[in-house]
């Protein structure tokens, strides 16, 4: 899951990503409104944490863009504490949740992690496929109730697939979706990470659908 941040505090944008890292997410850090709505216009996020009060462009003006653009990812507007006009001005321009400064980064996580969840249609913070777990708030993955170690990028390829169970994923989607904009992206390392998940939870668990993408194969009988 990739996150867009716009944010114009240095220590608190910084704080932000490394966070979020941290907990799974790939990252970009915008620090004005220009360059954060470029970035929400051409990369694809699956959210948006957008601070309010931004150089250049101000983030309603960023949120009303990109939503007269088409833009529908999910974004999570930061106010200024206490301001519920910001709050009804934040919702009015489509923003999905807001958060009022200064927040509990816990807080902030849970909430992302809600939102992604809702966008994908998924209600459950607990993903599953056959007899694969994927727990969205602690990161962990089971197979058949046995706790299964994935490094960062599989565990990235893994909870987008997930996310999107059922549906062909492709390359090309995954490569948005995995890395942040500096990462060096190779279309090949992806092969190398569906067989590397393959190797530690079963080969019959990503589907590959020849020249198209990936799928996580839905349970039978379903669960
Ligand atoms: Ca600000």
Partial sequence: M???????????????????????????????????HYLGSTESYDAVILDLGL????GLTVLDRWR?????????????????????????????????????????????????????GNASSELNAGDIRLDTRSGKVTKAGEPVKLT????????YLMHHKGKVVSRTELIEHIYDQDFDRDSNTIEVFVTRIRKKLGADVITTIRGLGYSLEEPVGGT
Avoid: C, H
């Fill in 2 to 36: 990739r996150v867009l941040i716009v944010e114009d505090e240095p220590n608190l944008g910084r704080q932000l990503r490394s966070t979020l890292e941290g907990a799974g997410y790939a990252v970009d850090l915008a620090t004005d409104g220009e360059d954060g």
């Fill in 55 to 58: 150089p250049e462009i101000d």
């Fill in 68 to 120: 007269r653009e088409g833009r529908k990812m999910p974004v999570l507007v930061l106010t200024a504490r206490d301001s519920w006009s910001d709050k009804v001005a934040g919702l009015d321009a489509g923003a999905d949740d807001y958060l009022a400064k200064p927040f509990q980064t816990e807080e902030l996580i849970a909430r992302l992690r809600a939102l992604i969840r809702r966008s994908s």
């Fill in 152 to 159: 960062a990028q599989e565990y990235k390829l893994l909870s």
